[in-house]
Each structure stands twice: as structure tokens, then as C-alpha cells.
């Protein structure tokens, strides 16, 4: 049966698929019952059978975890079988069936319009849980911003830090390049249709960690402003220059991400296509995954588990 993808922020123009898998619930088990049961949970492959897998900057370290964990390796050995090669070319790679699942986030319109072009309808599942998050200069006075606040400075309808309780200086709006994972969420989960502003291309930054860098440099003082991933920013590309902002009032970090209760929130997605076959390494990986099993390793590499 054909269901539609259910997301606050988007209502995709593409037929996708949500799988559902349920898990148990251990209670009053020995510890070497419950150990037993994670051994029973845990699914393995080996290398030939590991389905191909592309993805997202951010999610390598996903991909690395989940990889070493189900081909019984350890994390520098499993790395040789995982390469990303970023967002849109994941895409692109899954919808001409040069991968079997990508790790990634939301697809943006071109992405959707060339699956439909290659008769490809794509399954869109959440897999762990993600904040989009803002960041500003460690020095800057500004503590938070409502939703409202960052669509007028990325409108141009607010110019200068004064305007939302801080200096009276310019800001540095910085943005990412289109089809890019945060451009796409940034359009998609924030500006929700309003247009956003041409930025000059010395502030559409290629790479996000070169965003989070500019942020932090700018003219060493309080001007800039950029957005990025909760997991990229706070794991994979950390600066103690930077610090994240409040959105209406609620700081990002992992509990309020999986809790529901800051606003900007977002997932981490596998996608299939939906002609992989049943039963293939690539469904079974994504099952696992699900599982309670899948979610403490994605745990452990430092992700939020699905909440709310």
C-alpha cells in the first residue's frame, strides 16, 4: 500500500513509502538476557553482501558505525567500505542505481524532479533524529532568535544585530550552496516558500565546515550568522569561536531535539528506491537500524535517537 510521507515541513511531490518496524521492550530480564537479546537483534553481513551505501557529509559517521557493527569489525577497518560522496550526488548515484541506500537529508526539488524524470519512486525513512541550528560569533550579545527574527534577516528585512537586542552592527548573513543538505533545509524547514535573499557569492560557502569557520572569523567580531546541522556542528566540525543559538527560546541539544521541543527539527534519512527488492541487504540494513539495537549504535556514534 502506497502512503505519503507525513513531515511538517514538506509535503513531498513524489509518492514515498514510510516502513514502520516495531520493537520489544525488555522488562525484567537478566543482564545476560537483555545481552542476548541485542546478540539475536543484531543483524550481520559480510563485505559481499553489504549493500552499497552513499550519504551526506554528516552522515559518515553514521555509516561508519552502523557498517562496523553488522560486518563485526572495528570502526578503522570498516571505513575502507563506506564512502559519501555528499548529498546531491548520493541522490543522483540512488536514483541511476549506483547505490542501494543513501544516508542523507530531505531531498530538494531537483533531487525529487529527477527521480520523477528516471521513473523512480523513492522511500524516505528517518532514521535518527536532527536539529537544524543557527550560529553566531562566541562574542556576540545575542543569545537567541525567534523564527520569525532569522526569515526577516534572511529577507533583508532586518540588516543590523541592533534590531534583535544586540550591536549596532551589520550582519553577515551567511548561506549554502543550492542542493547542498543545509540549503535544502534551510528553504524547506525555516523559509517554508518565503524567497531568500541573493547572497554575494563570497558568503555562499561551498563546504559547511568552512561555514562554521567563517562564522567564527568574520573580522573577529560579533557579525556573522550561518546554519548547519546540530550532529555536523556539535561532533564533526567543532569551533569554540562559534556558539549555537536559541530558536524561540529553546537551546539545541539532544534532548530537546528528540523531545520535540526545539522548533527546528529535522531528521536524518535513509532512502531506498522503491523497487529494491524485499528482503534485499539494503532492507534488512534499514530494519536493523530501526530496531532498538540499530538506535543505541547510532547512539553511540554521537546522534540522536528517533524521538517524538
Not at 553577515?172 to 557569492?201: D, F
Not at 562564522?215 to 569554540?240: F, K, L, P
Not at 540494513?285 to 549504535?297: A, F, M, N, P, T
Request: aromatic share 10%; proline share 4%.
Amino acid at each position: 500500500m502506497k502512503l505519503k510521507l507525513s513531515l511538517n515541513f514538506r509535503k513531498l511531490p513524489i509518492i514515498l513509502f514510510i516502513t514502520a518496524i516495531a520493537t520489544g521492550v525488555l522488562t525484567g530480564c537478566s543482564q545476560e538476557e537483555g545481552l542476548g537479546f541485542l546478540q539475536k537483534e543484531r543483524l550481520h553481513l559480510d563485505v559481499e553482501h553489504y549493500p552499497r551505501v552513499d550519504g551526506s557529509t554528516a552522515t559518515i559517521p553514521l555509516s561508519e558505525f552502523f557498517a562496523a557493527a553488522v560486518l563485526g569489525m572495528d570502526l578503522e577497518e570498516a571505513r575502507q567500505y563506506i564512502v559519501h560522496n555528499k548529498t546531491h550526488e548520493a541522490y543522483v548515484n540512488l536514483i541511476d542505481g549506483n547505490a542501494d541506500i543513501i544516508f542523507v537529508t530531505s531531498p530538494s526539488k531537483e533531487e525529487l524532479s529527477y527521480a520523477r524524470e528516471k521513473n523512480v519512486d523513492l522511500e524516505v525513512i528517518p532514521v535518527v533524529s536532527e536539529g537544524f541550528v543557527f550560529l553566531t560569533s562566541a562574542d556576540n550579545p545575542v543569545k537567541g532568535l525567534t523564527v520569525q527574527q532569522i526569515k526577516d534577516i534572511y529577507t533583508e528585512k532586518t540588516t543590523n544585530w541592533s534590531e534583535v537586542g544586540g550591536s549596532s552592527k551589520a550582519i553577515i548573513a551567511y548561506q549554502r550552496p543550492e542542493n547542498s543538505g543545509s540549503q535544502t533545509g534551510m528553504l524547506e524547514l525555516v523559509m517554508k516558500g518565503e524567497k531568500i535573499m541573493k547572497p554575494p557569492m563570497e558568503k555562499v560557502v561551498a563546504e559547511m565546515g568552512m561555514l562554521v569557520d567563517q562564522v567564527a572569523v568574520y573580522t573577529n567580531e560579533e557579525d556573522a550568522i550561518g546554519y548547519s546541522y546540530y550532529y555536523y556542528v556539535t561532533d564533526m566540525w567543532q569551533n569554540d569561536k562559534v556558539k549555537l543559538l536559541e530558536v524561540n527560546g529553546i537551546y539545541p541539544d539532544k534532548t530537546t531535539i528528540s523531545n520535540g521541543t526545539y522548533p527546528i527539527r529535522t531528521a536524518y534519512y535513509a532512502v531506498l528506491r522503491s523497487d529494491e527488492p524485499k528482503g534485499s541487504s539494503a532492507r534488512r540494513l534499514l530494519k536493523w537500524i530501526l530496531s532498538d539495537d540499530g538506535q543505541r549504535i547510532a547512539e553511540e556514534a554521537g546522534y540522536v535517537k528517533l524521538g517524538k
